[in-house]
């Protein structure tokens, strides 16, 4: 089964900085890549994602790099702010015709990322 | 708004004694997932539903744990005899037919905040 980590586990940035965060995988099949936000008593929500016939995204502020060969992928927040401080978890995945079961999406362990105003 | 609603929100109950979690998913969403979050942790996958197929319970970790969902709506997560390990939150997630692996994205709720005592 797939094996996912993320670094770091926590995270402190100064207001206006980068910040980026690796998610490593073992699956060579994945092929799906997503980024997960978490604030404070909430559920997960997707920011962005990322598919392999693709290297890099960029959505606003956020984006999102791949290295498939290496299998990893990463998320850049630049110019962070305050709201930005929450819990990111990556979930890699591949398709359905890769079989396997498509309910037991493996999460990374999740990293923290403070942004002090 | 027409999220993913679960309910209890929170919920304190004495070792022992059974619980009810419930998830009503978003209208559409044949996809039906629940994870569990211990403080601090990452989501630990329980079970996933997809339409009328057989639902992977992969993930459940003892014979105390069940779901059920009606047709492809309402899911209720029963757990038996609860251990005060089993206080986490409880996320259900939903999306259309295929879920993540599909492209599909995948919507949480903002769990079930479960203590036993």
């Known amino acids: 089964g797939e094996n996912v980590e993320q670094h770091p586990s926590t995270l402190s940035v100064q207001e206006g900085d980068s910040a980026v965060i690796k998610c490593t995988y073992s699956?060579?099949?994945?092929?799906?890549f997503p980024w997960y936000k978490q604030e404070l008593g909430k559920g997960p929500q997707l920011i962005i994602d990322?598919?392999?016939?693709?290297g890099e995204k960029k959505d606003q502020r956020i984006a999102v790099t791949l290295n498939k060969t290496a299998k990893h992928f990463s998320l850049h927040i630049t110019e962070t702010q305050p709201e930005d401080s929450a819990v990111y978890f990556c979930?890699?995945?591949?398709?359905?015709?890769?079989?396997?079961?498509?309910?037991?999406?493996?999460f990374g362990k999740g990293t923290k990322l403070s942004v002090k105003p | 708004g027409a999220g993913v609603s679960q309910s209890p929100s929170n919920k304190v109950t004495e070792k022992g004694k059974d619980v009810e979690l419930r998830c009503d998913p978003i209208?559409?969403?044949?996809?039906l997932y629940w994870y569990r979050q211990r403080l601090g942790q990452g989501l630990e996958f329980l079970i996933y539903?997809?339409?009328?197929?057989?639902?992977?319970k992969s993930g459940l970790p003892s014979d105390r744990f069940s779901a059920e969902r009606t047709g492809e709506s309402v899911s209720t997560l029963t757990i038996q005899r609860t251990q005060q390990e089993d206080s986490a939150v409880y996320l259900c997630?939903?999306?259309?037919?295929?879920?993540?692996?599909?492209?599909?994205?995948?919507?949480f709720g903002e769990g079930s905040w479960l203590t036993v005592v």
């Open positions: 997630a939903s999306s259309l037919a295929g879920g993540q692996i599909s492209g599909n994205t995948i919507y």
């Open positions: 699956d060579s099949a994945s092929n799906y």
């Open positions: 990322i598919r392999s016939n693709v």
């Open positions: 979930a890699p995945s591949r398709a359905m015709n890769y079989g396997g079961s498509q309910g037991n999406l493996i």
């Open positions: 209208s559409g969403h044949t996809a």
């Open positions: 539903f997809q339409g009328n197929s057989a639902p992977d």
